[in-house]
């Protein structure tokens, strides 16, 4: 169900948190006890053989976003697959429709674009590289003239190495 995302007095939209991929089964629930939803999926491309198959896995895994008001509420938490629901405050909620029609306009392009969903990462965060050469190497983002890069420090030595990196190809490192 397509779902026009827009605030309404007394309803707020929230992400809430799914038992492990059960986001379609969530989003199955929502269907049939029409409870205003989106699920954004990432269409994904995978070669077997000599044919290409095609999926859909939710672009962010363990969140479907609702639309409740008290009266669903409970209902919605009655599926028990929610491990439960962010609570959105009024000026937050109106940044989450806002971006969720933006990902909406987004899923809709993927007919002619790729989309890669990537952590957000700040300069000065700690990182981990975790494809290419450079995996399981850990530095701290950079920018310099406009190019993401990390910075691995060599303390013993008084010295750095830089090198520019793909930001899907960092994780940040947890506790940061």
Same mark, same amino acid.
């Given at each position: 169900? /397509? ?18 991929? &059960? ?15 989106? #699920?954004? /999926? /990432? ?31 409970? %209902? ?10 962010? =609570?959105?405050? =009024? ?6 429709? &806002? %971006? /969720? ?33 450079? &995996? ?19 303390? #013993? ?20």
């Amino acid at each position: 169900m /397509l779902v026009t995302i827009e605030t309404q007095p007394g309803h707020a939209w929230a992400p809430a948190y799914c038992k492990p991929r &059960a986001e379609k089964v969530v989003a199955g629930y929502c269907e049939r006890h029409g409870i205003p939803y989106y #699920l954004p /999926l /990432l269409r994904k491309r995978k070669r077997h053989q000599r044919r290409t198959v095609e999926s859909f896995l939710p672009m962010f895994p363990g969140y479907i976003f609702v639309q409740l008001h008290p009266d669903n509420r409970t %209902e919605f938490l009655e599926c028990h697959r929610i491990v439960h629901i962010v =609570d959105v405050y =009024d000026a937050r909620e109106r940044t989450l429709v &806002a %971006e /969720l029609n933006a990902l909406q306009r987004l899923e809709e392009a993927q007919s002619d674009v790729d989309l890669v969903v990537m952590p957000e990462v700040k300069i000065g965060t700690a990182v981990t590289v975790t494809e290419g050469p450079l &995996a399981g190497t850990s530095g701290i983002v950079e920018r310099r003239k406009g190019r993401t890069r990390v910075t691995v420090n060599v303390e #013993l030595l008084g010295s750095s190495v830089m090198a520019e990196m793909d930001l899907g190809e960092l994780e940040a490192v947890e506790g940061d």
